[in-house]
């Protein structure tokens, strides 16, 4: 279930792994909220690191079942 959630998120919110490895349960929480994750951008190296992406609903839900299985 981890591979699954982490190869969508690759592909449905463009981020690099090394970057999807720092989302925290507090950037899914408020993107549960919001449609919207906060991505830290670790190519670009200004003041302006971070990035808002929209997340489909189905991979949210491939996430929570991901931390279902974690807890």
């Not at 449905?12 to 994750?37: C, F, N, W």
Request: aromatic share 4%; no cysteine.
């Amino acid at each position: 279930r981890r591979d699954m959630a982490l190869y969508a998120a690759m592909e449905q919110l463009g981020g690099r792994v090394s970057e999807l490895h720092l989302i925290k349960m507090t950037d899914y929480e408020d993107a549960r909220r919001t449609g919207m994750l906060t991505l830290t951008t670790l190519k670009r190296r200004d003041d302006n690191s971070t990035r808002k992406i929209p997340v489909p609903h189905l991979l949210l839900s491939m996430i929570a079942d991901y931390v279902k299985v974690r807890k």
